[in-house]
């Protein structure tokens, strides 16, 4: 046994501390990006969930400057006809089809790579709950094989700087950082593993920083992600960008129908006030309905939740760009790398949490 005394914080327990400031709007920030050598307008990702992206919310995100991953969750046929259908789009929007890892995946991406013809993609996301893996690395062995490593390579999950190494000397162009931190997320209090994402991110960013090969390995926190706060916080951190699931779910633009609030479905344009359905890929509602339950020995590291229709994805963007930009005014930072570059972090109590909030504001 090794016990680690180093305390591992997360977006909570720390805030940023405030500097003078040059900026004289909160409208002058740039906040865009590049992950895996595409650029973004909006530092922000919609996560690769069967109630968060697919075509829709692609499309959608991507007129606003971020970008979405189709979820794999599906049939390859049905995956391709969306990735299909982005393409075709005149939103320009990155078309990136996720994949898991294993045989029945290996030919999920051929067959993605035969139905795209003529389209193309513009990256792949190799999605797993623990990319720090044998798996994951000869997954990436096969995809950069069969495509003569002109694909990008979105890889993950992984919580430590070590495993960002392995994963980005494995050839990865972007990895997500952050296990077990996301609200419908119950792999910590169902195996014991984890790290707090706002900690991934640093010891990640730490990592990239000492070895000058991996510089242009894309950082991307994924897991925790309530706040706008949270936002600022992982990229002054070191990330690249965030990807998100629950702020975005229940927007008009994620799959699924609407429920009322007992769950029962309900037409979109019924008077009852609307809920949509978000859950974890690893819950036993999605492996019933996928996968013809969970296996014998295997237990669910996900839940399923029911949260009120939020409206237009664009309106929820819209808050959290304006939250960065206004953000980045309190340390003089007009673009991300100066945000990264000026923030100070500070550690604070739990009575210094709940004197940040606003009435109604604790999630």
Do not use: W
Request: proline share 4%.
């Amino acid at each position: 046994m090794y016990i680690i005394e180093k305390e591992h914080l997360a977006f909570d327990d720390v805030l940023i501390k405030p500097s003078y400031s040059e900026i004289r709007s909160r409208t002058v920030p740039d906040i865009s990006t590049s992950v895996a050598g595409m650029s973004l307008s909006i530092p922000i990702i919609s996560s690769p969930m069967d109630t968060v992206t697919e075509s829709e919310m692609a499309i959608a995100i991507a007129q606003s400057g971020g970008m979405g991953i189709v979820h794999r969750f599906m049939t390859p046929s049905s995956q391709i006809m969306l990735l299909r259908k982005i393409a075709r789009a005149s939103s320009n929007a990155p078309v990136i089809p996720a994949i898991g890892v294993g045989d029945s995946e290996r030919k999920r991406f051929s067959d993605i790579l035969n139905g795209m013809n003529p389209y193309n993609i513009n990256a792949v996301a190799i999605d797993i709950a623990n990319g720090h893996s044998l798996l994951m690395r000869e997954m990436i062995d096969f995809v950069k094989e069969k495509t003569n490593g002109n694909i990008p390579i979105i890889a993950g999950n992984v919580a430590t700087g070590e495993g960002f190494a392995y994963l980005a000397e494995a050839g990865a162009s972007a990895i997500r950082v952050g296990i077990g931190g996301g609200s419908i997320c119950k792999t910590r209090i169902m195996t014991g593993a984890g790290m707090p994402t706002f900690e991934s991110v640093v010891d990640c960013f730490k990592t990239r920083s000492s070895l000058d090969e991996y510089k242009d390995v894309s950082i991307i926190a994924d897991g925790g992600i309530r706040y706008p706060a949270d936002v600022i916080k992982s990229i002054a951190a070191g990330a690249d960008a965030v990807m998100v699931g629950r702020i975005l779910s229940s927007t008009n633009e994620t799959p699924g129908g609407y429920y009322d609030k007992d769950g029962n479905s309900i037409d979109e344009s019924s008077s009852l006030e609307k809920y949509k359905k978000y859950r974890g890929m690893a819950s036993s509602e999605v492996q019933a309905d996928k996968r013809g339950g969970l296996k014998s020995g295997t237990c669910a590291e996900g839940v399923s939740t029911l949260i009120k229709s939020k409206g237009p994805v664009s309106s929820v963007l819209e808050e959290f760009s304006a939250g960065l930009k206004s953000g980045m005014t309190y340390v003089n930072a007009s673009s991300l790398q100066k945000l990264r570059d000026n923030a100070v972090f500070i550690k604070i109590t739990k009575a210094g949490v709940d004197e940040s909030h606003a009435f109604g504001t604790k999630k």
